[in-house]
C-alpha cells in the first residue's frame, strides 16, 4: 500500500462505521488496488497514525448516549442479527444485574454505593460502552493537532446524506451504496427506549469526557463537509 495516497478509516463502534464498511468493500472487489481500508476496532486513531504515519484517516461520530444506548442493545443481543458473539462473563453478569439501559443509568445515579459500583461494573463490562468516543479518538486538543490527516467526519444520525460527500473525498464512485437492511447495516432491529431524565444526566456525566470530542467532531465535520461541496 502507498501510504501516500492511502486512507485507514477508524472503525469506531456503533457510529455507521460497518455500513462504511460493506461500501468500501464493495468498492474494493472490483478496484483491488485501492488505497482505502476500514481497520478493525482495536485500531485507535494514534495507533493508525503510529503504524501509517504518511496516510490519511477519517471516522464517523455519535452523540455520546445514544451511542452508549445503540452499543448496549447490540451486546445485549450479542450482536444478533449479524452476528452472534456470546457474552463475556463478565458482560453476563452485568447484563443479569441491569436488564436496560435505563435500568444501568439509574444505577449510576444511584445513592446506593453498592448499587453505584454493580453499575460502574456494568459499563466497563460490556463491549460498546467501555469504549467512549475517548477511547478512540483520545481528546480535542489531539485531533486539532493532527487536523489536517482527517479527510472526513461522519455523523451517524446524518449518515445517509454524509455519505455523499464522503464518497467524493475517498474517490468512490456514487454507484456505491450504504447498504440498505438493518443486518448489512448493522442497525438496532427494535426501537430504543427513552431515557428518564436522572438515567440520562447519569450517563451524561459518566462520558464527559466525550463530549468536547464530539463538539470538535462537529464543528470540523462542518469544515470539511464545506470544503468537498465546494470543489
Not at 485501492?34 to 493508525?48: A, E, N, S
Not at 477511547?135 to 446524506?161: C, T
Request: glycine fraction near 6%.
Amino acid at each position: 500500500m502507498d501510504e501516500s495516497t492511502a486512507v485507514n478509516i477508524v472503525h469506531v463502534g456503533k457510529t455507521g462505521g460497518t455500513a462504511l464498511k460493506a461500501l468500501v468493500d464493495s468498492y474494493s472487489r472490483d478496484f483491488p488496488g485501492h488505497q482505502i481500508v476500514v481497520r478493525p476496532h482495536v485500531f485507535r486513531l494514534p495507533r493508525i497514525l503510529k503504524e501509517f504515519p504518511d496516510s490519511k484517516t477519517g471516522f464517523c461520530v455519535r452523540e455520546p448516549v445514544d451511542r452508549f444506548l445503540s452499543g448496549f442493545y447490540s451486546r445485549q443481543r450479542k450482536g444478533f442479527p449479524r452476528y452472534n458473539n456470546e457474552w463475556t462473563p463478565a458482560e453476563k453478569k452485568a447484563f443479569t444485574d441491569f436488564g436496560s439501559p435505563e435500568a444501568l443509568g439509574l444505577g449510576l445515579a444511584s445513592p446506593d454505593s453498592s448499587v453505584r459500583e454493580k453499575a460502574e461494573y456494568a459499563m466497563n463490562a460490556i463491549g460498546h460502552t467501555r469504549m467512549g468516543l475517548a477511547h478512540y479518538l483520545v481528546s480535542a486538543r489531539f485531533l486539532e493537532r493532527i487536523k489536517d490527516k482527517i479527510l472526513f467526519i461522519g455523523h451517524q444520525p446524518d449518515f445517509d446524506q454524509d455519505v455523499d460527500w464522503i464518497r467524493q473525498v475517498l474517490g468512490i464512485p456514487q454507484c456505491y451504496s450504504l447498504p440498505d437492511d438493518d443486518i448489512g447495516a448493522h442497525r438496532n432491529p427494535i426501537p430504543v427506549e427513552d431515557l428518564s431524565e436522572v438515567a440520562r444526566k447519569a450517563l451524561t456525566e459518566w462520558y464527559a469526557d466525550d463530549y468536547p470530542i464530539y463538539e470538535w467532531c462537529l464543528k470540523r465535520r462542518d469544515e470539511l463537509k464545506a470544503a468537498a461541496l465546494s470543489n
